[in-house]
Antibody, heavy 120, light 113 residues
Framework: QLQLQESGPGLVKPSETLSLTCIVSGASISSSSYYWGWIRQPPGKGLEWIGSIYYSGSSYYNPSLKSRVIISVDTSKNQFSLKVSSVTAADTAVYYC????????????WGQGTLVTVYS | DIVMTQSPDSLAVSLGERATINCKSSQSVLYSSNNKNYLAWYQQKPGQPPNLLIYWASTRESGVPDRFSGSGSGTDFTLTISSLQAEDVAVYYCQQYYSTPYTFGLGTKLEIK
């Protein structure tokens, strides 16, 4: 059974870089045509897609965040990662990692999410 | 970006009654080459991640009760819960995956009347 688990610091200072990792278990991150994505949800608000990556490293980003975001994949560790630079309070959110069966597909498996708070 | 507009923002329905949630996209999410609508519905309960209910606008995800159904095409879509159960209390989101950036509606909060 596929499981995704986000890990990383829960507190980040303004102007610093937010770094999260999604550990994938129960399936190979290199298998089939899966895309692996990051989605965030500010407290009490809606969902925002950040970006997605294929195991080869091919990636797609939300233009609203593209200049500050890097998504990478480590197939040897079966995990993928998110970095958001120059964070502000507006980046405070629950960050989810998720899987889509292919590009232009919905997300059918999600991690439990991790709250990242930007504080000064 | 494709803007997804959901209505209503919140909805209170009696147990056993029908609940209907609407979603409108700012442009068509129907791919003419395969006649598929790139539209999904998710259910999110407090403290939990979103859970995929419906994809391709009307295909129920495995394990989703058949009281949940999706309909619509092009720019106008509907999620219907035929007989509301207590465990259906949640926020429901529509999402387009027709093009990146993928975008979500702001959500509809469903409660028991």
């Amino acid at each position: 059974q596929l499981q995704l688990q986000e890990s990383g610091p829960g507190l980040v200072k303004p102007s610093e870089t937010l770094s999260l990792t999604c550990i994938v278990s129960g399936a190979s991150i290199s298998s089939s045509s899966y895309y692996w994505g990051w989605i965030r949800q500010p407290p009490g608000k809606g969902l925002e897609w950040i970006g997605s990556i294929y195991y080869s490293g091919s990636s797609y980003y939300n233009p609203s965040l593209k200049s500050r975001v890097i998504i990478s994949v480590d197939t040897s560790k079966n995990q993928f990662s998110l970095k958001v630079s120059s964070v502000t309070a507006a980046d405070t959110a629950v960050y989810y990692c998720a899987r889509a069966p292919n590009i232009l597909n919905p997300f059918d498996n999600w991690g439990q999410g991790t709250l990242v708070t930007v504080y000064s | 970006d494709i803007v997804m507009t959901q209505s209503p923002d919140s909805l209170a329905v009696s147990l056993g009654e029908r609940a209907t949630i609407n979603c409108k996209s700012s442009q068509s999410v129907l791919y003419s080459s395969n006649n598929k609508n790139y539209l999904a519905w998710y259910q999110q309960k407090p403290g939990q991640p979103p859970n995929l209910l419906i994809y391709w606008a009307s295909t129920r995800e495995s394990g989703v009760p058949d009281r949940f159904s999706g309909s619509g095409s092009g720019t106008d879509f509907t999620l219907t819960i035929s007989s509301l159960q207590a465990e259906d209390v949640a926020v429901y989101y529509c999402q387009q995956y027709y093009s990146t950036p993928y975008t979500f509606g702001l959500g509809t909060k469903l409660e028991i009347k």
